[in-house]
Nanobody
Framework: VQLQASGGGLVQAGGSLRLSCAAS????????MGWFRQAPGKEREFVAA????????YYADSVKGRFTISRDNAKNTVHLQMNSLKPEDTAVYYCARNRYTYSSSYYPDYDYWGQGTQVTVSS
């Protein structure tokens, strides 16, 4: 399984970005997916997750109401729409595949990781 994240960049506070993650393999729709982020000097933290069908989502409190995770199983992609961005959202964002069907914030549940895409929000 390979995961390729894209869509990061530099944006002003209050702006928006849409991250995408393309997955290889024919079993994409069997697994939940998630997004994590890591800021310089900080541990990787959970951002959002979506179950196998897209019918259930789960967000970190820090992004709830601003970020939306979605998936397209026909195209093997998962997206993270990020609105009302804040400087504290600056980080490298990683998509990851959950080894289970249900969405989760639990780091050990994720077995495959993408390479990360940089998001920088200027004040």
């Amino acid at each position: 399984v390979q995961l390729q994240a894209s869509g990061g960049g530099l944006v002003q506070a209050g702006g928006s970005l849409r991250l995408s993650c393309a997955a290889s393999g024919r079993t994409f729709s069997s697994y939940a997916m998630g997004w994590f982020r890591q800021a310089p000097g900080k541990e990787r933290e959970f951002v959002a997750a979506i179950n196998w069908s897209g019918g259930s989502t789960y967000y970190a409190d820090s992004v709830k109401g601003r970020f939306t995770i979605s998936r397209d199983n026909a195209k093997n992609t998962v997206h993270l729409q990020m609105n009302s961005l804040k400087p504290e959202d600056t980080a490298v964002y990683y998509c990851a595949r959950n080894r289970y069907t249900y969405s989760s914030s639990y780091y050990p549940d994720y077995d495959y990781w993408g390479q990360g895409t940089q998001v920088t929000v200027s004040s």
